[in-house]
């Protein structure tokens, strides 16, 4: 076995190892949470379509995310409805109210969804429940979220309390999530919708939803559906209208440029704190890296030595980095009450460890030149 | 004239190295200096010679080319029959394996034991078997049998030379360089390690060509060479070297003791 230098002239500075393994975990865990908030932007994007019983989705061109839909005639979802795989239609209305605290009177955005009580919309089956059912249908009630935030105030059933200076009662819970766009959701039958939003005519609809027969493909319901529909809607795949949303989120707003930045920076931080290291140990080895030479070594195997001192550095970060962002990953999800879906994800895992190697073999090939260049003659 | 005329009867293959009309220089353009003047020199093998002379005369110069580290350009350079002269870099770096270095600092990796810093240089031979053994023997002969895994720090002036000593000789280089290798040690381990090379290079007939201002081990060399600005001035034996210099100060029994 060769004698494995590039590791023992790393774990011979005990001191240097130690702060190149916290400069390289600190680089990691800062791409890790970069990419976590990132993940959990496109998986909360795509969380609320994941629970409605739908395969097809028609929604008006100029809606560009679920709570900023823009309301198109109900008829189409009628149309569509006479195609042969379609189950069912359902319409679904949705926007923002605001929602009053019962105990600081202070008023805060609250996002609303109503629907035919008749339609299983979601694939939560607490709504189904007799008493949520039976609430569903009372005036002036609704369901409400348990992951709405705290600062709704209390959301207890029974609850009395306004929206849009109008009474309301919590009739009951349900557990579905807000994603980004909202803080607290309420669920509430059409009637009641058009009541809180008037005036909101009951023929206009914010999403058509459309459920297919058992095992017919979404792919061609969607162009049989696009040719009998006018241009005034779009019909979308499960996946695609969740692909629209995500682009929303990290295209359209600045959102995936300042995370993309601040994967980038880290990166900067790994790079410069790595080639310090690697620059001071080649510094402390030079007279040996020429002696090397001069007995025989050819410059490619002191390159070498230096770009597995690089991995290795990489490889020794990136554990406690990884281990450490696992917990602060469970922090965030617990500290967002589940809102933030943060979690990690085999495919991030080993993007991540690639990308610390790649970060430490460039800090290698900067601070390589040195002993690429070291005269042995000099060591004389 | 007599002399070269005496080097052209030998043999090419008696000679480890042979130099013809060797002139370098350093620096370029108007800063080009002339630093070695018309060498001619040949070591045959087996010989030990001791290269003396004022500080900058040029010793350090010579003993870089003849170790084929620095690229030379004219003349001959013939060192265990390569010619140096017009070699390009990567071919100096194969003449170098043959070639034991022994410098005036040991130059050990503090991270690795005696033997792990001999073995670097037995890994060049691409033999990984016995490393270990062959480290462990010649650690032995240079008497640091119970030192093999001690790192440099733990190891005293004498014995860092003497590892630095075992990787120069581990893979039996038919040339050794030594530039001041007693240079840094005390009166005794410096006399301890030539005496322990010239062992070794006598039973292994090694040519061993060693740069010193050290009096003191002068006698264990066959042939004792002076240079002076550059040039090449006496070539001698031990005695003929002795009695041309001042009795008092180089005397004979000295180098006995
Ligand atoms: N890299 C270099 N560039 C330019 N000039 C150099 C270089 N190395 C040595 N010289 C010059 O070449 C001359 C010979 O230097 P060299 O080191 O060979 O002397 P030396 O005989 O070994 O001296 P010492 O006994 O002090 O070690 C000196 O004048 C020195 O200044
Ligand atoms: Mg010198």
Redesign the interface.
Known sequence: ???P?AW??L??EKTRLLVAIAGVAFAVILVFMNLGFLGSLAKAASMIYTRIDAEVYLVSPQTLEISSTKAFPIERLYQAAGIRGVERVMPLYAGYLQWRNPETRGTRAIFAFGINPDDPVFLVPEIQSPANQAALRRPDTALMDRLSRPEFGTQTVGLITEVDRRKITVGGQYTLGGGFAADGTLLMSDQNFRRYFAPFPLSLISLGLIKLQPGVDPAQIVAAIDQVLPADVMVLTRDQIIQRERDYWISTTSTGFIFGMGVIVSCIVGVVIVYQILYTDISD?M??Y?????????SGFLFWIVVQEAIILAVLGYIPGFAISLGLYELTLNATGGGLPIGMEWGRAINVLLLAIIMCSISALISVRKVVVAD??E?? | MVRSTLLNSMTETDHSVQIRQLNYFFGQADLRKQVLFDINLDLPKGQIVIMTGPSGSGKTTLLTLIGALRTVQSGSLKVLNHELVGMRKADLVEVRRNIGFIFQAHNLFESLTASQNVEMAIELLNEWGNKRSKAVDVLTQLGLADRVDYKPAALSGGQKQRVAIARALVNHPALILADEPTAALDKKSGREVVTLMQKLAQQEGRTILMVTHDNRILDVADRIITLVDGRLETDETLDNFVEAHDPKALDRRMFIM
Do not use: C, D, E, S
């Open positions: 076995m060769k004698t230098l023992l002239n774990t011979y080895h007279k040996q020429a002696t090397l030479k001069a007995i025989g070594y050819r042995p003659a060591v004389f």
